[in-house]
């Protein structure tokens, strides 16, 4: 019996190592989950909202070029609005499946913004739908949506704990400076 009580303090310390070497690996492994889970939801939030974004800016280039051909934009490709209706019922089809992602993954803040940017789209729909004609009130409305998309990508990248980003807005040349 004595040479068993001799070998418990060892016998003991590989229990323990043992014990603590599973902990330890358990909790690695929970943590390294953790971390790949995060990282596939933030995949997939990243998606949702870049759709959310495309589908959205095809709504905004079309209306673009149907407002260049009415006379309101200088885009240099104009389309007519007869040209245009499949191509417009093809981008408000792809914005509801969109828009259905972007709810059920994205942030309160994020939803709020992508909320004002459609508004603004809406708006642009609208205008066209309207026929109005004022290149004035034409160029309020696109900077309204600028500001709203601005915003939007602002919400996602704080989301995605992403630096901040470009604003979009790119300054060309005027044709009389050339």
């Not at 809406?122 to 739908?129: A, K, P, Q």
Request: glycine residues 6%; neutral net charge.
């Amino acid at each position: 019996m004595s040479a068993f009580i001799q070998q418990l303090p060892a016998l003991l310390g590989v229990v323990i190592g043992a014990l603590g070497s599973y902990l330890a690996i358990t909790r690695g492994d929970q943590a390294r989950f953790r971390r790949e889970q995060a990282a596939r939801w933030d995949e997939r939030r990243l998606a949702a909202y870049t759709g959310y974004a495309r589908s959205l800016k095809k709504t905004v280039t079309l209306t673009c070029r149907i407002e260049a051909h009415l006379g309101n934009d200088p885009h240099p490709y104009p389309l007519s609005p007869e040209e245009a209706v499949p191509h417009l019922a093809e981008a408000t089809d792809a914005r509801d499946p969109a828009g259905e992602a972007l709810l059920m993954l994205g942030t309160p803040d994020v939803v709020q913004r992508a909320r004002e940017w459609v508004v603004v789209v809406m708006d642009m729909e609208r205008f066209l739908r309207d026929r109005t004609q004022s290149p004035e009130a034409w160029s309020t409305l696109l900077q309204q949506q600028r500001t709203a998309r601005e915003r939007y990508y602002e919400a996602v990248r704080s989301d995605l704990a992403l630096p901040p980003g470009h604003s979009g807005q790119w300054r060309l040349p005027s044709a009389q400076s050339s």
